[in-house]
């Protein structure tokens, strides 16, 4: 069964990264429809590996230090990170959608990377993980990974950069996609 649900996995990030790009590349993202699939698409195929993988049978990590004392605050400190930005660009009188972006907002979390929420949504799936300790849900995080790194190059090349022209590319030369860029 695992080797079902592992090709599942593989085979949703190929269709979310697909579609993302299909619709992007049609150029009918204007259109809010096609945004918004992109989003459902991301929720439904990897949301839901996310969330089943840990329940499937599988060898489990029994180590309370990982699973509970590491576990526990990474999950936190995700949800939290997850949701920091989206209250900081309602501050800021935007939203944090790709449906209908309001204005490049590069100050705050943003001034640190460009895509706080996907880190923390990465951080958040590694404490899931770890908390039911379900070993093979581990190798499900570098797809993962791969998948958000390649939604993020589609995001900022055929909405961001399209929506904020040099603005946008301004701010990719001084901020770091996913991880800081080390000032000189």
Excluded at 59 to 72: C, K, S, T, V
Excluded at 81 to 102: A, C, E, N, Q
């Amino acid at each position: 069964m695992l080797k079902w649900v592992m090709l599942y996995g593989f085979l949703a990030s190929i269709i979310f990264i697909f579609t993302s790009w299909q619709i992007i590349k049609s150029g009918k993202q204007e259109r809010i429809l096609f945004r918004l699939m992109i989003i459902i698409t991301g929720i439904f195929f990897l949301g839901g590996m996310v969330l089943v993988l840990p329940f499937i049978p599988q060898p489990r990590i029994e180590n309370i230090f990982l699973q509970y004392l590491l576990g526990i605050p990474l999950a936190a400190a995700g949800i939290i990170l997850r949701i920091y930005p989206l209250l900081y660009f309602k501050k800021k009188g935007t939203r944090s959608d790709l449906v209908k972006p309001g204005k490049l907002v590069t100050d705050g979390p943003y001034s640190i990377i460009r895509h706080p929420q996907y880190v923390a949504g990465v951080i958040f799936i590694i404490g899931w993980f770890l908390i039911w300790g379900g070993l093979y849900s581990f190798y499900l995080i570098p797809v993962i990974a791969i998948a958000i790194f390649l939604q993020a190059l589609i995001e900022e090349k055929y909405i961001l950069e399209v929506e904020f022209g040099i603005e946008y590319q301004e701010y990719q030369k001084k901020v770091g996609m996913f991880l800081p860029k080390i000032r000189k």
